[in-house]
């Protein structure tokens, strides 16, 4: 059977000497095809692949590897047991019971804009929408039933933290990958072709998860369909700090737990963070020994005990010392 290489340099090779011809012509043709031709491709990438430097870089990163791995599941640990969801629109919640069609007689049929039914988006006039785009807290708490009671606060605290404490670990995962990248430096071909097959190689578990933003939406659609604009608020952390300041002003929690976590703000996590000079304080390890070190503030007295979101009752922990005390007591 004829070599496919062989084969394309008899293809190739013609057609661009047709339009650069002579010596240097053929040179630059060959060249060309020997570098784009993904046999060549394979042969480079198998190389280094089973070169000495790759298998020392690999053996250098093990350590390091090995503590990604386990942030990762711990990332996937974070995302299960993690709650997401908020208030709901109940327009259109029927909608599903009754079917629509559009049998206008016109040729040119203005319907480019439908109305979209889900528990997160709200259809509503213009004007709702143009104001929702203005004040987002206002009306996501007015439309979606985000009432102003300790219930609710607690509700959003808890998708705060969740998606506040998978916003860190997500963001960390990727800087330590990024890291073991830059230890080892491959080619830029071999990231670009082969990245699965690099990562694979280097014993790094990548993670698929992405933090899962609750996404809520102001929608206006005109009767004809000619014409819809929208306005999309996505629930990220600045947004649901927002959201807890706003109800904390709404109701009377003074000590309640739901007060209590109306009060870590992720600006509040970031001053114990630095208060505490980005170490543990319980098994003292940093981010001066470990740049990509995952670090996480907790309360001391557990808020379900009685436990104050107070700088005297906050602690900087690391991730693995933080799971291990969860919600105990520690004297």
Same mark, same amino acid.
């Given at each position: ?33 020997? =570098?784009?031709? %993904?046999?060549?491709?394979?042969? !480079?990438?198998?190389?280094? $692949?089973? &070169?000495?430097?790759?298998? *020392? /870089? ?125 230890? =080892?430096?491959? %080619?830029?071909?071999?990231?670009? !072709?082969?990245?699965?097959? $690099?990562? &694979?190689?280097?014993?790094? *578990? /990548? ?125």
């Amino acid at each position: 059977m004829p070599n496919p290489l062989f084969i394309t340099l008899l293809i190739v090779v013609p057609i661009v000497l047709g339009s650069a011809a002579g010596p240097f012509g053929f040179l630059a043709a060959l060249a060309l095809v020997l =570098i784009a031709n %993904p046999i060549i491709w394979r042969v !480079r990438k198998n190389r280094y $692949f089973n &070169s000495q430097q790759f298998q *020392e /870089l690999r053996s250098q990163v093990t350590s390091i590897v090995a503590e990604h791995n386990d942030v990762v599941n711990y990332v996937a640990e974070i995302r299960s047991q993690g709650s997401f969801e908020l208030g709901a629109s109940s327009t259109g919640q029927h909608a599903h019971l009754a079917s629509f069609e559009n049998t206008s007689a016109w040729n040119n049929r203005r319907d480019r804009n439908v109305a979209e039914y889900a528990p997160h988006v709200h259809n509503a006039s213009l004007q709702v929408v143009r104001n929702a785009s203005v004040e987002p807290i206002k009306y996501l708490m007015k439309y979606f039933s985000i009432r102003p009671d300790k219930e609710t606060l607690a509700d959003v605290q808890r998708v705060a933290q969740d998606v506040s404490r998978l916003e860190e670990a997500v963001h960390n995962v990727e800087q330590r990958e990024a890291e073991i990248a830059a230890m =080892i430096s491959p %080619p830029a071909f071999i990231l670009k !072709r082969y990245s699965t097959e $690099f990562w &694979s190689l280097v014993g790094v *578990e /990548l993670s698929p998860i992405a933090v899962p933003y609750p996404h809520y939406k102001f929608q206006y659609t005109s009767a004809g369909g000619n014409s819809g604009q929208a306005v999309d608020i996505r629930l990220d952390t600045p947004t649901l700090d927002a959201l807890s300041e706003t109800l904390a002003e709404k109701i009377r929690w003074a000590k309640s737990a739901a007060g209590q976590r109306a009060l870590m703000t992720a600006r509040l996590r970031s001053w114990v963070k630095d208060r505490d000079n980005h170490t543990c304080l319980k098994c003292g390890i940093s981010v001066a020994v470990e740049p990509h070190l995952l670090l996480e503030v907790d309360h001391i007295i557990p808020v379900s005990k009685g436990g104050l979101s107070e700088p005297d009752n906050l602690q900087t922990l690391c991730w693995r010392c933080n799971r291990t005390k969860g919600a105990k007591l520690v004297h």
